[in-house]
């Protein structure tokens, strides 16, 4: 049975226990049967119902796309996993049977053809669903999962332009100057090594996945941060950064080097369409947001009360000019030299793009550093960034 008759045959079945329920209600309505009748094959026909959804919505086999699998795969993913721990401490990748066929059907899902060793999906999404609290611009922009191929076509659609007047009397719609590009995003390689003592990873019978977890994640995270917010593009086999000119994001200059201003914000602020102004955040470095902390209302004879209010509420962000604040410190700082860029605002889930290609594998280096006796382990990341929407943001340069 193919995968299309298998979904509709689900279906079918799906179709059915619905029908039967809503026969055996319709015989309790009418008398035919008690309620406690049918409230006892009600309880026994929901699981299947529901578990055919879950089926339909997810067919068997299939990834999600922050990692996990479904039923089906549940055993063998098991069975990987414990082979892929063991080969970090032996460096032998034994698999038996339903392991095997997991990781084949896996390897095929994320298009790895590269040799390395495919990273479980439990430690994978471990390290996903950490990269939102080490990564700021990653918890505000747009992200994608890709399951196969090294790059996406970027929209091509240009922007509208409307115009009024009925089309059968005579009226044109307005057409836009813009023309539409051939335009790809490049997934990139994020490479990461971290070395460990070979007698300490054969011997210790700690837990290695929370400490791979931890590791791996904030590294990844502080390198994605630098590279969303610096990247300079495909040429240089780095995501496309905010600050990159070829972004396209238009910039507003402060009124003098060294110092800020929360005039200077709120220039910033309107400098923004206003479409895209009400869901704005501020970025910037933290040396940055301590000078506007440090900003107080003057009045005639002395300071008055500090401008900046910070939060009161643990996981709240603090505000400026109605809108929240994220830190990210791969901005520059006021100070750091003429025409850097200090701040940046804006609609950032609308601006922005990340792209997170399925399968993380790493590699055993158990010869290079065999003298020293040391282990190494390569985890390589396929990502990309790009600014999609430039008009969303505006960015704010130090006064030259």
């Given at each position: 049975?193919?995968?299309?008759?298998?979904?509709?045959?689900?279906?079918?079945?799906?179709?059915?226990?619905?029908?039967?329920?809503?026969?055996?209600?319709?015989?309790?309505?009418?008398?035919?049967?008690?309620?406690?009748?049918?409230?006892?094959?009600?309880?026994?026909?929901?699981?299947?119902?529901?578990?055919?959804?879950?089926?339909?919505?997810?067919?068997?086999?299939?990834?999600?796309?922050?990692?996990?699998?479904?039923?089906?795969?549940?055993?063998?993913?098991?069975?990987?996993?414990?082979?892929?721990?063991?080969c970090l401490?032996?460096?032998?990748?034994?698999?038996?049977?339903?392991a095997a066929a997991y990781v084949t059907?896996?390897?095929?899902?994320?298009?790895?053809?590269?040799?390395?060793?495919?990273?479980?999906?439990?430690?994978?999404?471990?390290?996903?669903?950490?990269?939102?609290?080490?990564?700021?611009?990653?918890?505000?922009?747009?992200?994608?999962?890709?399951a196969v191929g090294d790059r996406i076509r970027r929209r091509s659609l240009t922007e509208v332009q409307v115009g009024w007047g009925k089309l059968e009397i005579g009226g044109t719609p307005p057409e836009t100057t813009q023309v539409p590009g051939e335009l790809w995003d490049y997934v990139e390689d994020l490479n990461g090594l971290a070395k460990i003592g070979e007698d300490e990873l054969m011997d210790s019978d700690q837990n290695l996945e929370p400490v791979i977890a931890d590791s791996f994640s904030r590294a990844i995270a502080e390198a994605e941060e630098t590279a969303f917010m610096n990247g300079t593009g495909h040429t240089f086999q780095q995501p496309q950064g905010f600050t990159l000119t070829a972004s396209g994001i238009t910039r507003v200059t402060n009124t003098a080097a060294g110092a800020v201003t929360i005039e200077d914000f709120l220039a910033l602020k309107y400098a923004v369409p206003a479409q895209y102004r009400q869901n704005g955040t501020f970025v910037m470095n933290s040396g940055t947001e301590l000078l506007l902390a440090l900003l107080r209302a003057t009045y005639t004879g002395g300071s008055g009360a500090f401008l900046w209010q910070p939060t009161v509420a643990a996981g709240t962000p603090n505000m400026l000019c109605g809108h929240p604040t994220a830190i990210c410190d791969a901005m520059a700082e006021v100070g750091d030299g003429a025409l850097q860029d200090i701040a940046l605002f804006g609609d950032i889930r609308a601006a922005y793009r990340i792209l997170d290609r399925k399968g993380m594998t790493l590699k055993r280096m158990s010869e290079v550093y065999a003298t020293a006796g040391l282990i190494g382990l390569l985890v390589k990341k396929r990502v990309t960034g790009s600014v999609v929407r430039p008009d969303a943001v505006r960015i704010m340069q130090e006064h030259s």
């Amino acid at each position: 049975m193919t995968e299309l008759e298998e979904a509709k045959a689900k279906i079918d079945e799906l179709n059915r226990n619905v029908v039967t329920l809503r026969d055996k209600y319709d015989l309790m309505e009418k008398g035919v049967i008690t309620a406690d009748a049918f409230k006892r094959f009600q309880d026994q026909i929901n699981p299947q119902i529901q578990a055919l959804n879950i089926a339909i919505q997810r067919p068997a086999g299939v990834v999600s796309p922050g990692g996990g699998t479904t039923d089906k795969n549940s055993e063998g993913a098991a069975e990987y996993k414990k082979a892929f721990f063991n080969c970090l401490r032996n460096g032998r990748l034994n698999l038996n049977e339903k392991a095997a066929a997991y990781v084949t059907e896996r390897k095929a899902l994320v298009g790895d053809a590269t040799g390395d060793i495919l990273i479980p999906e439990a430690l994978e999404s471990e390290i996903y669903r950490s990269l939102p609290k080490l990564n700021v611009l990653r918890g505000l922009a747009t992200v994608r999962n890709m399951a196969v191929g090294d790059r996406i076509r970027r929209r091509s659609l240009t922007e509208v332009q409307v115009g009024w007047g009925k089309l059968e009397i005579g009226g044109t719609p307005p057409e836009t100057t813009q023309v539409p590009g051939e335009l790809w995003d490049y997934v990139e390689d994020l490479n990461g090594l971290a070395k460990i003592g070979e007698d300490e990873l054969m011997d210790s019978d700690q837990n290695l996945e929370p400490v791979i977890a931890d590791s791996f994640s904030r590294a990844i995270a502080e390198a994605e941060e630098t590279a969303f917010m610096n990247g300079t593009g495909h040429t240089f086999q780095q995501p496309q950064g905010f600050t990159l000119t070829a972004s396209g994001i238009t910039r507003v200059t402060n009124t003098a080097a060294g110092a800020v201003t929360i005039e200077d914000f709120l220039a910033l602020k309107y400098a923004v369409p206003a479409q895209y102004r009400q869901n704005g955040t501020f970025v910037m470095n933290s040396g940055t947001e301590l000078l506007l902390a440090l900003l107080r209302a003057t009045y005639t004879g002395g300071s008055g009360a500090f401008l900046w209010q910070p939060t009161v509420a643990a996981g709240t962000p603090n505000m400026l000019c109605g809108h929240p604040t994220a830190i990210c410190d791969a901005m520059a700082e006021v100070g750091d030299g003429a025409l850097q860029d200090i701040a940046l605002f804006g609609d950032i889930r609308a601006a922005y793009r990340i792209l997170d290609r399925k399968g993380m594998t790493l590699k055993r280096m158990s010869e290079v550093y065999a003298t020293a006796g040391l282990i190494g382990l390569l985890v390589k990341k396929r990502v990309t960034g790009s600014v999609v929407r430039p008009d969303a943001v505006r960015i704010m340069q130090e006064h030259s």
